[in-house]
């Protein structure tokens, strides 16, 4: 009942039951019938547009799709098991012969799945919002706090913000190419620092310039309390200024984290890292019959998992802006 009362607006609502239907119907009922008419427009209009790879697919063969894409991960992770089983046998028989021999494990090299791709996906996206946002809040605490500060990175940001990734790419790509220079099995692929790099320098300008407007809307009378109290600046900042200017930072962290999705997949179909973004543009290169309703598959992958992010996010901050 207390869960159903935090839902419906508390419990005088649970008393009336039109309240309880009106609820229910506008939170499930409208969605859902909203979502049927949507699948409903799509298969009516999908089997009669053409293109070059066939008929637009409807919901069913976009699902069906789904469906192989996941049954192909497990096929996948089958042969990769068979595949280091069979060299733990043939090393154990070899060391039976000769107990002197070392064994040795090769690293399996077949391709990475959907299932994978969308992980690389969300660990790219997180190391680039992961080095974004330790470079913004920083330096939005600045400029909040100072207004030279302010006003000698305002003209940079005002600069850089517009700029799109497909501008940011070559400039990341020729300078990672120059100064990471790999051999052997390096710690990550070069593929994997351009698309975090250009996704980090796409994704900060939304942090920086939230977490600079709440630091400055701070109360000043807390701030002055602080000074006279001759608090150390770090102290202000713990005490003060951050726990005020936290909903800003965290608002900022948000927008943040879903221009840095939506710049990765971009970033990844041209710097070729196996993420969603590769996948798509796998999809788009191969041309069979199948492409077209894989690459809607990612479409709503992408779609789902930009707005679980962001809930995610939401819950973080909550969390941490009621303590």
């Known amino acids: 009942m207390e869960l159903a009362a935090k839902l419906f607006g508390g419990a005088a ?6 309240d309880i239907g009106r609820a229910l119907v506008m939170t499930v009922g409208v969605p859902l019938a909203a979502f049927a008419i949507f699948l409903a427009l ?9 293109t070059s790879l066939g008929a ?5 063969q976009v699902a069906q799709q789904a469906v192989n894409l996941v049954q192909e991960h497990f096929a996948e992770r089958e042969r990769r098991d068979a595949f280091y089983t069979r060299q733990e046998q043939r090393n154990a028989e070899r060391v039976k012969e000769d107990p002197g021999y070392q064994p040795r494990i090769h690293p399996w090299t077949g391709k990475a799945t959907y299932i994978d791709q969308i992980f690389t996906s969300l660990k ?3 190391v680039g919002f992961l080095l974004a946002t330790l ?3 920083p330096l939005g605490i600045l ?3 100072s207004k030279v500060v302010q006003a000698a990175i305002n003209p940079m940001v ?7 990734p497909l501008a940011w790419l070559p400039i990341v790509t020729l300078i990672v190419s120059a100064v990471y220079v790999t051999a052997g099995d390096p710690m990550f692929q070069k593929s994997f620092l351009i698309s975090a790099i250009t996704v980090t320098l796409c994704s900060l300008w939304t942090t920086l310039i939230n977490t600079a407007i709440g630091v400055s809307s701070v109360d000043k009378d807390l701030v002055n309390v602080g000074k006279v109290l001759q608090l150390p600046l770090g102290t202000r900042i713990r005490k003060i200024i951050l726990p005020s200017s936290l909903p800003y930072i965290f608002t900022g962290m948000r927008l943040s984290l879903g221009v840095g999705w939506m710049v990765l997949i971009a970033a990844e179909m041209l710097a070729q890292n196996p993420g969603l973004g590769k996948f798509v543009w796998d999809e788009f290169q191969n041309g069979s019959s199948d492409s077209l309703s ?9 779609g789902a998992i930009g707005f679980a992010l962001d809930r995610l996010m939401l819950v973080l901050q909550n969390l941490i802006t009621r303590r």
């Open 143 to 145: 400029a909040g706090t």
């Open 135 to 137: 470079v913004a809040v």
């Open 158 to 164: 005002q600069l850089f913000r517009p700029v799109s």
């Open 42 to 50: 799509w298969s009516f209009a999908a089997s009669r547009i053409q």
């Open 56 to 60: 637009v697919p409807g919901p069913t």
């Open 124 to 126: 790219t996206v997180f």
């Open 13 to 18: 609502a649970l008393r009336n039951p039109k």
């Open 294 to 302: 894989r690459i809607m598959v990612a479409v709503f992958t992408i």
